[in-house]
């Protein structure tokens, strides 16, 4: 690993203030990201931040490295949430920014510096949150397509349909089944049970209309299932070599999209087209500079990690 200074901030994990009536909560940055959901949990309430990540993030890690999930097409990212910070500056002061409320219009928000910014800029000591209630209930559907014009388009269909979508992501490759062969349209729908009811139906009718190979409300197995190849990659994948993460304005991902899977039919993607996020698996062949000359002509940005990852310039090409 390559890193200027080490500093363990594991003993940074006691702060824990949180007002449920308020839906704030803050906590010390080396606390794990799990312990803090796991708090918020007992009032019914969460960061609604679901990253990746395998128990041993912390609060600060998944708020400096930004690290989002797929619960990003309704909720955002760290920037829609975090409402406060504490810092130790370059200079050993501790500097405040933002406050515990919900509502802070007053002044420069300079949270947001330190959101993605790798502790360039300074050690976070605490941060807070704005929180959302869990919903009551959760469903998924999936459905799988041969074209990812034909996954993209119902993935359009669907966000401009009235039912309430929690995460929606469309993927291919390593992030479904092993041997899959189809786009995987996966989609979390959240609310009251009887609302779901009604979402259910409303999606079932898209769904029957459409070009699926096959689709249908995923089995409490089935959905665990689905969620956890679609973050963590299917169980014959070998850890990826590198991956790329690209933002790009939402109008450009269907071409993008197209480009990949033309120029490299077996290319592994994993797509949130209302967020303009593509997520690409590079291997040790893949032609960097090609997709990254493509990427910036359609006004994206790119990073990247992973092997061959070492300097600044490799990570943010
Ligand atoms: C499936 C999967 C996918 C992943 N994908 C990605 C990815 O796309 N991008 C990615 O970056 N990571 C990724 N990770 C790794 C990991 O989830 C994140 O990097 C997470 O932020 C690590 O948290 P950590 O507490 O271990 O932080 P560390 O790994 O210790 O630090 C992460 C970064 O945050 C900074 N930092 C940590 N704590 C603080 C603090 N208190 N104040 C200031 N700066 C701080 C560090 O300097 C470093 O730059 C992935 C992990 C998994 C399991």
């Known amino acids: 690993k390559q890193f200027d200074i080490g500093i363990d901030l594991k003993n940074l994990a006691s702060c ?27 009032s019914g309430q969460w960061i609604p931040l679901n990253p990746p990540e395998n128990g041993t993030s912390t609060v600060g890690g998944i708020i400096s490295a930004n690290r989002f999930g797929l619960r990003r097409h309704r909720h955002g990212t760290a920037r829609d949430w975090v409402i406060a910070t504490t810092v130790v500056n370059g200079e050993g002061k501790i500097v405040k920014a933002g406050a515990n409320v919900v509502k ?3 002044g420069y928000d300079m949270n947001k510096l330190y959101i993605g910014a790798r502790g360039t800029l300074g050690i976070l000591l605490d941060i807070s949150f704005k929180l959302a209630p869990i919903p009551e209930k959760r469903i998924t559907f999936r459905a799988c397509f041969s074209t990812p014009e034909e996954a993209l388009g119902m993935s359009n269909q669907i966000n401009n349909s009235p039912v309430e979508v929690e995460a929606l992501t469309v993927v291919k490759g390593r ?15 959240m609310g009251t049970e009887q609302s779901l009811a009604d979402q259910s ?19 409490k197995e089935d959905t665990q299932f689905y969620w956890k190849t679609t973050q963590f990659g299917n169980n014959e994948a070998s850890p990826p070599f590198a991956e790329a993460t690209i933002s790009i304005p939402k109008s450009k991902v269907e071409q993008l999209v197209y480009n990949f899977s033309v120029g490299e039919p077996d290319c592994s993607l994993k797509i949130l087209p209302a967020s303009g996020s593509v997520i690409l698996e590079l291997t040790e062949g893949s032609d960097r500079s090609t997709f990254i000359d493509q990427v910036s002509e359609m006004g994206g940005t790119v990073e990247i990690i992973g092997s061959g990852v070492s300097s600044v310039e490799d990570r943010w090409p």
């Open 104 to 106: 802070n219009v007053s």
């Open 201 to 219: 139906t409303v999606l079932s009718s898209i769904l029957e209309k459409s070009s699926a190979n096959r689709w249908g409300e995923a089995s």
């Open 175 to 189: 992030w479904t089944a092993a041997k899959a062969k189809h786009w995987w349209v996966l989609i979390e729908l």
């Open 16 to 42: 824990f203030r949180h007002t449920p009536e308020d839906l704030t909560a803050t906590f010390a940055a080396g606390m794990l990201f799990s312990e803090a959901q796991e708090k918020l949990k007992e």
